[in-house]
C-alpha cells in the first residue's frame, strides 16, 4: 500500500472473528500481556492454543487462566527462550514433530528499552538478537508445521518505531554503537523487512505472512523503562496517548483471522497517529520494501543464526 495515511476504517472487532474450531495457533509471549489477549480471544473462539514462552510456571499460570475462563477450551504450553538458538531448536523440533498442523504463528514476544547493550546466548545483541533473530529461528523451525495447514499465517508484530530513521538495518548487533531505543527501532524495522521478504519467498504456498503493530498499549514492554523520568514520561504517555491492552491485540487478531487480509500486508490501528482503533492495512515504513534490504536482512539473518528456511 502507497501512501500516507491509513486505509478507510471498516469498524473491525474481534466479534467478527469466524468459528476457529480445528485451527491450531502459536502465540510467543502468550503468558502475559498483548500476547494472552491474543491467546484468550483466539481460544474464545474455539482455537487450540499453544502458548509460548521462558519459563514454564508462567505459562501454566496462564493457561490455567485461561481454562478457568474458558471452560473446554485446549490450551498447550511450550517453553521457548527467543534469546537463545538452542531452545528455540528443542521447541521447533517438539512442534515440528507432532502430527497435527500449526495454522497461526503469532511472533508477538519482545523485549524493548534494555537500558545498557546485552546479548543473547549466542552473542547477538539482545533486542535484535530476540526481536528478530530469535522469531526469524522460530518461524524457519516451525516451517514444516505451518506448511502442514491448508492456510496458514505467520503474524509478526512489530512497533510505530519500525518508520523511526534510527532503525536503520546497518550494524545489526550495535557493535559500532548502541542505544536502547535505536537497537528496538532496528528490531521492529527488521519485523517488517523480514515478514514482506517472507511473503515473497511464501508465494504459491498456502502460508502467508503479514506483519502487525499494536498501536500503543501499556504493556510488559513498557513497564521495563528504567529510571524516574523515564518512568514519568511512561505514565504521562499512558494516560495521554496508549489504547487499552485488548485494544491492543486487535491488529494481530485480525491479521491472524480476517479473510480480507493479504500476504505481504502491514496492519495497525486506524486511529489518530496510528494508536488506537479498529485494524486497517497500513503504509508500510519508508524503503521497508526494498528487494536489496529483504534479501540483506534474509541472508545476514541466516549467517547469524546458521537456520535455513525450508526450500
Known amino acids: 500500500m502507497s501512501g500516507s495515511t491509513a486505509a478507510t476504517a471498516h469498524h473491525w472487532t474481534p466479534d467478527a472473528i469466524g468459528d476457529q474450531h480445528g485451527r491450531t495457533a502459536l502465540v510467543t509471549g502468550g503468558n502475559s500481556g498483548i500476547g494472552l489477549e491474543t491467546a484468550r480471544v483466539l481460544a474464545r473462539h474455539g482455537a487450540r492454543v499453544i502458548l509460548a514462552g521462558r519459563r514454564q510456571d508462567t505459562l501454566d499460570e496462564a493457561a490455567a487462566a485461561l481454562g478457568a475462563e474458558q471452560p473446554g477450551s485446549e490450551v498447550g504450553t511450550v517453553v521457548v527462550d527467543l534469546a537463545d538458538l538452542a531452545s528455540i531448536r528443542r521447541a521447533g523440533e517438539r512442534l515440528a514433530a507432532e502430527?497435527?498442523?500449526?495454522?497461526?504463528?503469532?511472533?508477538?514476544?519482545?523485549?524493548?528499552?534494555?537500558?545498557?547493550?546485552?546479548?543473547?546466548?549466542?552473542?547477538?545483541?539482545?533486542?535484535?538478537?530476540?526481536?528478530?533473530?530469535?522469531?526469524?529461528?522460530?518461524?524457519?523451525?516451525l516451517m514444516p508445521a505451518l506448511l502442514r495447514s491448508p492456510a496458514a499465517r505467520v503474524v509478526t508484530v512489530s512497533a510505530v518505531a519500525a518508520r523511526w530513521r534510527s532503525g536503520r538495518l546497518d550494524d545489526l548487533n550495535s557493535e559500532r554503537r548502541y542505544g536502547a531505543m535505536t537497537a528496538y527501532a532496528k528490531s521492529k524495522r527488521a519485523n517488517v523487512v523480514f515478514t514482506r521478504e517472507l511473503a515473497r519467498r511464501l508465494a504459491g504456498t498456502h502460508v502467508e505472512a503479514v506483519v502487525v503493530h499494536p498501536g500503543s498499549a501499556m504493556?510488559?514492554?513498557?513497564?521495563?523503562?528504567?529510571?524516574?523520568?523515564?518512568?514519568?514520561?511512561?505514565?504521562?504517555?499512558?494516560?495521554?496517548?496508549?489504547?487499552?491492552?485488548?485494544?491492543?491485540?486487535?491488529?494481530?487478531?485480525?491479521?491472524?483471522?480476517?479473510?480480507?487480509?493479504?500476504?505481504?500486508?502491514?496492519?495497525?490501528?486506524?486511529?489518530?497517529?496510528?494508536?488506537?482503533?479498529?485494524?486497517?492495512?497500513?503504509?508500510?515504513?519508508r524503503d521497508a520494501d526494498d528487494l536489496a534490504e529483504g534479501e540483506r536482512l534474509w541472508t545476514a539473518s541466516e549467517r547469524l543464526t546458521g537456520v535455513r528456511f525450508p526450500a
Open 99 to 141: 502430527p497435527g498442523a500449526i495454522d497461526l504463528l503469532i511472533n508477538n514476544a519482545g523485549v524493548m528499552n534494555v537500558p545498557e547493550r546485552r546479548t543473547t546466548a549466542d552473542g547477538f545483541e539482545l533486542t535484535f538478537g530476540t526481536n528478530h533473530l530469535g522469531h526469524f529461528a522460530l518461524t524457519a523451525g
Open 219 to 285: 504493556t510488559n514492554l513498557q513497564r521495563h523503562s528504567s529510571g524516574p523520568l523515564s518512568r514519568m514520561v511512561v505514565a504521562v504517555a499512558a494516560r495521554a496517548l496508549m489504547g487499552s491492552q485488548q485494544g491492543a491485540a486487535w491488529p494481530s487478531l485480525y491479521a491472524a483471522t480476517s479473510p480480507d487480509v493479504r500476504s505481504g500486508q502491514f496492519i495497525g490501528p486506524a486511529g489518530r497517529d496510528q494508536t488506537s482503533g479498529t485494524p486497517v492495512q497500513v503504509p508500510l515504513p
